[in-house]
């Protein structure tokens, strides 16, 4: 894997890859640890050996019976069957994973725990849903948010699934501190629940902007690298690669197994609603309102727009040279590093210099170009919101 913060669709296919590939879950030892005695006894031995998650989301879901429930990233399908006893004969289960190889391990799991009548298990992604609107009472979810590369689009699909007041409760991994980029760039640290872990703050955030209302998020299990390693998804590199990189007194917490609890708002905001977006502008750094810049050790960044889903890249313009005039259906932010340029908008060009921002609406037709010298180097951001 590249020294390299990954892509979507990179991570997409490693998550893919890594849970296709597992021989078995974490199993007893992690299972005894999250759940206790009474709940592994309701559940057959398969589905614990193939437990993945980092707590237990059906022990304080509140479920009753005869409800729907919807369980996010399913896999082997051991909170299906705890939250198909819950609900009851006359209750609904609908667990949903990327792998069909999961709903077929949850299916049989489900059967030999005689509540397969009341479960579905379906193939499918939790940034799409399969999965009609307004039609879930309580979506739960254990490890598996993280593995998302887009949670706000997969928090907005459990608010769509949600009745109104419906109520999320999902366990996964909060990490307080940034780790090491070399451990964030790499795929099983991500297949682990670690690299793709957000803090509480942000998860908070995001769960606002999806919709959801009452947020709670309280700390449940630590988990340091000896506990992590009880997943067959981190490999020998990868703990050998925290191991080095972390700091020792860090490296028995490097992640907290949170559980958020939630209730859907009674009406979603309607983003055709919405209003128009900012005009496309063009400005420098210097006139950002200070408030928004935020300070680390050594680090000095500006928020140019507070965002969620955000593709960073840096782009060189060669001199005479122009990116082709296009238009997608993301907001598109640039600051300028070097040289000298212009944004050619469908009225004006926009002069651009070193410290120039921009902001380009969804579907303006722009295109970027280089006037002077030197290459034009600007650091841009798309932002999938
Ligand atoms: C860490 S495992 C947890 C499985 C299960 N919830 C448990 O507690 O044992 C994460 C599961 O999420 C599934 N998954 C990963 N990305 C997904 C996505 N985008 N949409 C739906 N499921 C996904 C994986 O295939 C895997 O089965």
Redo the contacts with the bound molecule.
């Keep these: 894997m590249a020294d390299d913060l990954m892509y979507q669709d990179d991570i ?1 296919e490693v ?2 890859v890594a ?1 296709r590939g597992l021989p078995h ?1 974490a199993g007893p030892r992690m299972a005894t640890r999250l759940y206790d005695a009474a709940e592994l006894a309701e559940v057959p031995r398969e589905a614990i050996g ?5 707590g237990d989301p059906v022990r304080r879901a509140g479920l009753a019976a005869g409800d729907v429930v919807l ?6 399908g ?2 299906s069957i705890l939250a198909a006893r819950r609900v009851g004969p006359t209750g609904r289960v609908i667990g ?4 069909e190889e ?1 709903c077929q391990r949850a299916r049989a799991a489900a059967a030999a725990a005689a509540v397969g009548e009341r479960c579905e298990f379906r193939e ?4 799409s849903l399969p999965v009609a609107d307004a039609s879930v009472d309580v979506v739960i ?4 948010l993280n ?2 590369p887009r949670k706000s689009r ?1 928090l907005a699909e459990a608010a769509r699934v949600l009745v109104p007041g419906g109520r999320l409760c999902l366990v996964d991994l909060a990490v307080e501190q940034d780790l090491p980029p070399e451990v964030l760039a790499s795929g099983a640290a991500w297949a682990g ?1 670690i690299a793709g872990a957000v803090s509480e703050r942000v998860l908070a955030a995001k769960l606002a902007r999806a919709g959801f209302v009452d947020v709670q998020i309280t700390q449940r299990e630590t988990f340091g690298i000896d506990d992590v390693a009880a997943y067959p998804l981190f490999t020998d590199e990868v703990l050998e690669l925290m191991r080095r990189l972390i700091p020792a007194d860090a490296q028995q917490r490097i992640a907290v197994g949170v559980e958020v609890h939630a209730t859907r708002a009674a009406v979603l905001a309607d983003h055709a609603d919405a209003p128009e977006a900012e005009p496309t502008r063009v400005g420098h750094l210097d006139d950002l309102d200070p408030a928004e810049a935020a300070e680390a050790p050594g680090v000095d960044v500006r928020h140019l727009k507070r965002v969620e889903d955000v593709e960073l890249k840096v782009l060189d313009v060669e001199p005479g040279g122009s990116t082709p005039y296009h238009r997608h259906p993301h907001a598109h932010q640039g600051v300028v590093v070097a040289g000298q340029g212009a944004v050619r908008l469908r009225d004006r060009r926009e002069p651009l210099e070193p410290g120039s921002v921009f902001f380009v609406r969804p579907n303006e037709q722009h295109a970027i170009e280089c006037r002077g010298e030197r290459p034009l180097r600007f650091v841009c951001m798309d932002c999938f919101v």
Aim: charged share 20%; with cysteine.
């Design positions: 997409r998550v893919r849970y879950g193939w437990a993945l998650g980092v369980d996010l990233g399913c896999g082997g051991i909170d949903v994973d990327l792998l999961m499918g992604e939790m940034e979810s254990n490890g598996a593995l998302s997969a629940c």
